[in-house]
T-cell receptor
Framework: DAGVIQSPRHEVTEMGQEVTLRCKPI?????LFWYRQTMMRGLELLIY????????DSGMPEDRFSAKMPNASFSTLKIQPSEPRDSAVYFC???FGPGDNEQFFGPGTRLTVL | RKEVEQDPGPFNVPEGATVAFNCTYS??????FFWYRQDCRKEPKLLMS???SGNEDGRFTAQLNRASQYISLLIRDSKLSDSATYLC??????????FGAGTTVTVRA
């Protein structure tokens, strides 16, 4: 298996622009997680899906952030409009099950908002 | 209070040395515990799970102290390739993992 795939790997955009991050989880994994990592706040869970259904989005910072999972092999995280404080590395991870199951992370998308 | 707290380090050690560090967690109901490793500009990867009785994986030993709510990781005979950030991870409920900010270890030749 190719592992979790994320695109783009790097994104540089200007404040106010829409940003869409993409993720393809490992086939057969029922759980998909979106994280954000910064030096100041570490790794934060934004939202997670179970069987394509969003279960907990309490970590989404504000209404500018939205996430979808239209099918078992694809998810998007959208920021509209983007702001400089959104600059971070965004990781997608997937697992067979919740909690005590190993989470497999994608390589991340490094987002810079100017 | 953060759910998981770690000494950020860095721990700078020579090759062959032993290095150990801890993390503490706030939720006494937590059931599962892990150490993840993150190399510079890479994604986190599972290093090992931590069991109540303590466990070893080669040169790595993990211990759990539920009474004091801390987890430790010990690395023996350090290698240059052990240089990384080690993330303490706790499962406070059924679905969520809480990550510590990480402890940076640098092994020098």
């Amino acid at each position: 298996d190719a592992g979790v795939i994320q695109s783009p790997r790097h994104e540089v955009t200007e404040m106010g622009q829409e940003v869409t991050l993409r993720c393809k989880p490992i086939s057969g994994h029922d759980y998909l997680f979106w994280y954000r990592q910064t030096m100041m706040r570490g790794l934060e869970l934004l939202i997670y899906f179970n069987n394509n259904v969003p279960i907990d989005d309490s970590g989404m910072p504000e209404d500018r952030f939205s996430a979808k999972m239209p099918n078992a092999s694809f998810s998007t995280l959208k920021i509209q409009p983007s702001e400089p404080r959104d600059s971070a590395v965004y990781f997608c991870a997937s697992s067979f099950g919740p909690g005590d199951n190993e989470q497999f992370f994608g390589p991340g998308t490094r987002l810079t908002v100017l | 209070r953060k759910e998981v707290e770690q000494d950020p380090g860095p721990f700078n050690v020579p090759e062959g040395a032993t290095v150990a560090f801890n993390c503490t967690y706030s939720n006494s109901a937590s059931q599962s515990f892990f150490w993840y490793r993150q190399d510079c500009r890479k994604e986190p990867k599972l290093l090992m799970s931590v069991y109540s009785s303590g466990n070893e994986d080669g040169r790595f030993t993990a211990q759990l102290n539920r009474a004091s709510q801390y987890i430790s990781l010990l690395i023996r005979d350090s290698k240059l390739s052990d240089s990384a950030t080690y993330l303490c991870v706790v499962n406070p409920n059924d679905y969520k993992l809480s990550f510590g900010a990480g402890t940076t270890v640098t092994v020098r030749a």
